[in-house]
C-alpha cells in the first residue's frame, strides 16, 4: 500500500470534449484521479480510452480540437481549470513536466541537446547558463548516458533512441518539477534498451520525491513503474487499485481481457522440403556502410513463399538497413540479394516496375507514414494506380474492395482524411496502401510497436489472414518478441550488423541459446512488479548500461 502523503494533484469529474463532424463529442467523462506527492499513477488500457488527454489535462491542456468542459483539476491547492493562460504557461516545464513517446520527434534537430535541457531553467530564472550545463551533466551521470560531460553537445540524431529518450528524461527533470507525465515513453524501445530506460526513470522518480502519472499499453511494464494502476475504456474509469492488487486479481471483465491479450499464435509453418524450392527473397553475404561506417557484415538469410521471417535486435544492430537493402535504398557493397532466384539491381532506381511492386513496406509510425492531407481512398488508390494502370470505377472498386479486405467499411472511410482515424485504422490503411501494388513480399518495419496490445493482436491477425488468402512472404522486423511467438515461422537474431544466431522459431526459443539471444529472452518484461527490481539486481546496473548503450 502506498503510504500517507500529502495530495499533489486531485481531478474530479473531469470531462473532456473532442470537435468531430462538426459537433462536440464527450471523449472522457466523469473521471477521478488522486495523486500523492512522490507517488506513481499507471494509466493503461486501449487506443481511444483517454490516457493521454487525461495526462495532459493534469498540466491544464487540450490538444487542439478538444476542449475542458466540465470538473475539477486542483493541483497543490491550484484550480488549473480557471487559472490564466500565462500563469499555466509557468507552470509547464517549471513544475509539472511532460515526457512524450518519441523523443526524435520531439527534440528539435537543429539545436544542441543540452540547449534545449538548459532552455527551461533559464527562462524561469532557476539558474544560469553555465549552472544549468553544470546541472545537466550530473542528470546525465544519474542516468547512465556515456560520457555525461559530451553527449550533450551533440545533437539529436547522434545518440541512440533510447539514450535520447533518457536525455528527455533529464530534460524533463531540469527545474525539478512536481509532476511528471510519460506518454509510452518506452513504447519504440527495443527490450534492452527499455529496461534502461525504466531503470532510469524509477530512479530518477525515487531520488527526487516526483510524483508521476505513467501512461501506456504495456501491462508488464507499468507493474515496475506504478504504485496504483487505473484502466480506462472510451473515457471512462473502469477500475482503479494498488499495482499488486490489480495484477493478483482484477475485478472487471475489461481488465481481464487486457490481462489475456496475446493469446493469438498461428500455426508454425517450415520451409518447402523439396530441394529445388526457391526463396522468394535471398539475401546473400551482404555488407553495407553508411559512409565510411560499416553497418552491415555477411548477412544472409532466405524469405519463402508464405512464410514470415522475423528479424530482431537491439537498436544499431542493422534490421532496418538490411530492409533498406533488400529495397534499394541502400544498396550493398558487398553481397547480392535475390528475388525469386534472379538478381535484384543495388539500386531501386535501377529495378523494374514490376520488381518494385512486389517488395512493398508497412511502417512502424502510421502517424508519420500517412500525409494528413490526402484522403484515405487516394493514400491506397495511388499504388493501385501507378503499379495498375487503374482509372475511374475500377479504381474506385479497387479501393472498396482493398478497404473491406482491411475491415474498414468503405462508405466510412472512403473520404476520411488520416487524422480522423484511429492508431490501429491508421495502421490497417498502411497494410492496405502495400496491398495495392499486388505485391509478393512485404517488409513490416516494427508494425505493432506503438499500438496497444488489443489493437496490435487484432493487426497481427489481419497480417496472418492477408498471408493465408495471398500466399504473402513478409520479413517482420520487430523488437517485441511476443509478436515473434506469435506470427514467425522462422527467427533471425541480429547485433552489430551481424546475424548470431537464426533457425525455425521452435528451435529459437527452446534452450540452449546464443548469449545475445538469451540476452533478448530475459529482457523481456513479466507481469511481476518486482522483476525489473530482481533483473538489476542479477545484473548490476552497469552491465545493464552497457547493454543499452551498444
Known sequence: MVPKRDVLLRISDLRIEGYSDEKWVEIVRGVDLTLHKGEVL??????????????????????????????????????????PESDLRALRGSRIAYVAQSA???????????????????????????EAQEDAMQ????????????????????????????????????????????????????VTTQIEVLAAIRDIVDQFNTAAIYITHDLAVVAQMADTIKVLLKGEEVEEAPTEEMLDSPKEDYTKSLWAVRSFQRPQKHRPKEAD???IVSVQGIDAAYGKTKVLDDVSFDIYPGMTVAVVGESGSGKSTTARCITGLLPPTKGQILFKGEPLPPRYQDRSKDQLRQAQMIYQMADTALNPKIRISEIIGRPAQFYGGLHGAK??????????????????????????LSGGQKQRVGIARALAADPSFIICDEVTSALDQLVAEGILKLLDRLQQEFNLAYMFITHDLATVRSIA??????????????????????????????????????????????????????????????
Open 104 to 130: 526524435a520527434a520531439s527534440f528539435n534537430p537543429a539545436h544542441r541537446i543540452i540547449d534545449q535541457h538548459t532552455e527551461a531553467p533559464i527562462q524561469y530564472r532557476i539558474q544560469k547558463r553555465v
Open 277 to 279: 524450392a526457391i526463396p
Open 42 to 83: 499507471g494509466l493503461i488500457g486501449e487506443s481511444g480510452a483517454g490516457k493521454s488527454t487525461i495526462g495532459l489535462a493534469a498540466m491544464g491542456f487540450a490538444r487542439d480540437g478538444c476542449r475542458i468542459s466540465g470538473g475539477s483539476i486542483e493541483f497543490d491547492g491550484m484550480e488549473l481549470t480557471t487559472t
Open 489 to 550: 515461422d522462422e527467427v533471425v537474431v541480429m547485433q552489430r550488423g551481424k546475424v548470431v544466431e537464426q533457425g525455425p522459431k521452435d528451435e529459437m526459443f527452446t534452450p540452449p541459446h546464443h548469449p545475445y539471444t538469451d540476452l533478448l529472452l530475459s529482457s523481456v518484461p513479466e507481469m511481476d512488479p518486482n522483476w525489473l527490481t530482481t533483473l538489476l539486481e542479477e545484473r548490476g546496473t552497469d552491465a545493464i548500461g552497457e547493454a543499452a548503450d551498444v
Open 139 to 190: 542528470l546525465y551521470e544519474r542516468l547512465r548516458l556515456p560520457n555525461p560531460g559530451e553527449i550533450g553537445f551533440r545533437y539529436p540524431h547522434q545518440v541512440s533512441g533510447g539514450q535520447l529518450q533518457r536525455a528527455m528524461t533529464a530534460m524533463a527533470m531540469a527545474c525539478r518539477p512536481d509532476l511528471i507525465i510519460f506518454d509510452e515513453p518506452t513504447t519504440a524501445l527495443d
Open 395 to 420: 479504381l474506385k472498386n479497387r479501393v472498396d474492395e482493398l478497404l473491406d479486405l482491411i475491415e474498414l467499411e468503405p462508405s466510412k472511410f472512403y473520404n476520411r482524411y488520416p487524422p480522423e
